[in-house]
């Protein structure tokens, strides 16, 4: 890397999953948005085509009149070169079968013939359980390389189970820099935000919305949040007071928002009057880590004022994405840039010393939140600085809200064990441990063993360990 009048040229990232159809692009965009920093992106991915799609897409759109800094793109055949030096590594994957969601078809639908409904299915639940089998394994192999061939860089997760994938990292390689990104809470900052506008007439960025972010991903919770001194609770409480009948839809709504991952927020309302804390994710991925209040069956589901996410829809989607690269690839469309709202490159911008940031990010407990246990990976608020991340002090939880989220802290502690063990029936345990695990015990086995054998091209080396 080369320092020049406060720019930093000839960045290298490796990015593990450089075919991304998504994020990669609103990397992409992101970055050639930011005339801080330049660099080389290496895009490696085990589905080559989409990675070569990608490093055209890429350089057509850093040469575009628009783009404020200049970046190259070139695909990596192989991981360790990818990898060979990198200042920072992305890593956002799918773990399943290349350009299909078969595996997550098992995930989200096997459970459903017994009556266990997901609403994503990627983090907790049966199918965050068999997705964590397939892709933990995977992460320990990441963890290996990047020991070997860039130790000292920062490395950057999306993927999910976010929590486990984060977590693994430490487990394989403990002096590694590494930390979660997940862009949940910007949706509930946005909300109060709006509660600002409509109770005060105030219109505010939700970056200016600052909030104590505490929990595990997806299952984060914020007990103070103000707007330049003004304590914003009592005006979430007017909101919630307002609309937790007929629900708030579209406040939230992100770059990447579609109709099957918006909702009316009723869950959040919901978990609000009850605990009088803000439940700071959104609806489908907070009504999977409760017992089935919002999930016992598809009309319950919707008298909440959310959606099942089928992985139907989820094929269509790629469906579409996979024409819009070969659009973008053939010139047919242009690539146009638009800010994602992720923090991605603030982040790398303050680790590189550019600019201190401050925002939600998932690491090593520390005792930034005192009621849950040291080493456990957690979210809440952190200081960005040149080359180091500090927690910030976030407090503990309440003990009503501490007994949901410990009962996930201590299940995912299992679930990484069982994955690391390849240990079957450590990993059934931790499947009927899961709230939304209703069956009795001989179904709840049928059932695993049926998602089992449906992915079990992705689970080398599990076995039952019990006689």
């Known amino acids: 890397m080369k320092y020049e009048n406060n720019r930093v040229k000839d960045i290298k990232i490796a990015y593990i999953g450089g075919g991304s159809r998504g994020w990669a692009w609103g990397f992409m965009s992101d970055l050639s948005l930011e005339e801080s920093i330049s660099g080389t992106v290496y895009l490696y991915d085990i589905d080559i085509p989409s ?35 990198a200042d920072f590594v992305i890593i956002s994957i799918t773990p399943g079968t290349v350009l299909s969601f078969k595996e997550m078809r098992s995930d989200v639908h096997a459970p459903e013939k017994y009556g266990i409904y997901q609403s994503v299915g990627d983090t907790v639940g049966p ?62 900052q946005k909300i109060l935000a709006y509660a600002l506008k409509e109770f005060r007439g105030i219109t505010a960025d939700r970056r200016m919305i600052k909030t104590n972010v505490m929990g595990i991903n997806h299952f984060t919770w914020i007990d103070r949040a103000e707007y330049q001194g003004e304590d914003l609770f009592p005006l979430y409480r007017k909101l919630v007071d307002r609309y937790a009948r007929s629900g708030l839809e579209g406040v939230e709504k992100n770059h990447w928002a579609n109709k099957e991952f918006t909702s009316g927020n009723r869950v959040k309302f919901d978990l609000f009057k009850r605990y009088g804390v803000i439940a700071a994710a959104g609806d489908r991925h907070l009504a999977e880590f409760c017992p089935p209040w919002y999930l016992k069956n598809p009309e319950v ?125 450590l990993a059934f345990q931790a499947f009927c441990n899961d709230p939304l695990m209703t069956l009795d015990i001989r179904s709840a086995k049928t059932l695993f063993c049926e998602m089992i054998e449906n992915t079990k091209e992705f689970l080398p080396g599990y076995e039952w360990r019990a006689e």
């Not at 407990?365 to 080359?387: H, Y």
């Open 127 to 188: 199918g965050g359980l068999l997705r964590a089998m397939r892709v933990i394994p995977m992460y320990e192999g990441f963890a290996d390389k990047i020991r070997e061939n860039c130790p000292d860089a920062w490395v950057i997760n999306y993927t999910n189970p976010m929590t486990l994938c984060t977590r693994i990292l430490y487990e394989r390689f403990p002096g590694i820099k590494a930390f979660g990104c997940c862009h949940e809470v910007f949706g509930t």
């Open 301 to 425: 589901v919707a008298s909440w004022g959310f959606m099942l996410t089928t992985v139907d829809k989820r094929e269509q989607m790629l469906k579409e994405r996979l024409q819009r690269s070969r659009a973008l690839v053939s010139g047919e469309e242009t690539f146009k840039f638009q800010a994602t709202g992720e923090d991605g490159v603030y982040q790398i911008k303050a680790l590189l010393g550019l600019e201190d940031f401050i925002c939600n990010v998932n690491i090593p407990n520390r005792g930034q939140i005192r009621s849950l246990p040291l080493g456990a990976v957690v979210e809440s608020n952190a200081v960005f600085t040149k080359n180091s991340i500090t927690p910030v002090l976030a407090g503990g939880l309440p003990d009503q809200v501490n007994i949901l989220v410990m009962r996930h802290v201590i299940n995912q502690e299992m679930i990484l064990k069982a994955c690391v063990g390849r240990d079957l029936d």
């Open 51 to 85: 990675a070569r799609a990608n490093e055209i897409i890429g350089n057509k759109a850093s040469r575009l009149p628009e783009a404020e800094s200049e970046w190259n793109y070139t695909v990596s055949g192989d991981i360790d070169s990818a990898l060979k030096g």
